[in-house]
């Protein structure tokens, strides 16, 4: 069973590089979760609820300063990728998206 859920957070980052994106700034995020698994005996295969419990620890923060990006950039495609891999230890298959942008996203295979 595939469930498609929409998540919506704020967080600061800032890169290692030079340019604008290594000043201090922020996004909107939207992470978009299509994940598939087996209906469970609750008759779901997932409460969506865990699903945004997921991008909770991100919402709010400073992602440079968080312990899960110790030693990585804080890039869309670094934190679809953490995502994933927590969707992954729930049992989840599928795919994360994470737009930083309304135009620039980066899609983690779960």
């Keep these: 069973m595939l469930l498609i859920k929409e998540v919506w957070f704020e967080a600061a980052h800032k890169l290692d590089i030079a340019g604008p994106c290594g000043q201090l700034h922020g996004h909107s995020y939207k992470v978009l979760f299509e994940v598939d698994g087996p209906i ?3 008759g779901m295969v997932i409460d969506f ?7 909770n620890q991100f919402d709010h923060q400073y992602l ?4 899960i990006f110790r ?4 890039t ?3 934190l679809a990728s953490k995502i994933a891999v927590e969707c992954r230890v729930l049992g989840l298959a599928g ?3 994470v737009w930083e942008t309304r135009n ?5 295979v779960v």
């Design 104 to 108: 620039n996203a980066a899609c983690a």
């Design 40 to 42: 469970r005996g609750n």
């Design 64 to 67: 440079n300063e968080l312990p």
């Design 76 to 78: 869309a495609e670094n």
């Design 71 to 74: 030693g990585e950039q804080t």
């Design 49 to 55: 609820s865990l699903l945004k419990e997921i991008t």
């Design 95 to 97: 795919k994360v998206t």
